[in-house]
Nanobody, 123 residues
Framework: QVQLVESGGGLVQAGGSLRLSCAAS????????MAWFRQAPGKERDFVAA????????HYADSVKGRFTISRDNAKKMVYLQMNSLKPEDTAVYYC????????????????WGQGTQVTVSS
């Protein structure tokens, strides 16, 4: 069993920055791919960013490329999402997710989810 807990959400003005954190516990994460998704009210859960734990290769949604950075600290079992130049359309609940090896962009591919953290960007 894997447990994921997100933190770091909040209210920020457009153009500002936030860093989300995801603490993982339970089984070893040496082979897991980790990702961030987001879901705005009335919309589907969308892929934001992902990285392979072992090799560190990263993938981003086009809408956040160049503004968001996903990273991890293996020793601490932490995953981060640094969000810069935030826009009102980035407002959503952000979820951390984990799956067996191999990056995926579909939420159905991920086995473990955190409870989510709210990010609100005001204009």
């Amino acid at each position: 069993q894997v447990q994921l807990v997100e933190s770091g959400g909040g209210l920020v003005q457009a153009g500002g920055s936030l860093r989300l954190s995801c603490a993982a516990s339970g089984r070893t994460f040496s082979s897991y791919a980790m990702a961030w998704f987001r879901q705005a009210p009335g919309k589907e859960r969308d892929f934001v960013a992902a990285l392979n734990w072992g090799r560190g290769s990263t993938h981003y949604a086009d809408s956040v490329k160049g503004r968001f950075t996903i990273s991890r600290d293996n020793a601490k079992k932490m995953v981060y999402l640094q969000m810069n130049s935030l826009k009102p359309e980035d407002t959503a609940v952000y979820y951390c997710a984990a799956k067996m090896p191999g990056i995926g962009r579909g939420p159905y591919e991920y086995d473990y989810w955190g409870q989510g953290t709210q990010v609100t960007v005001s204009s």
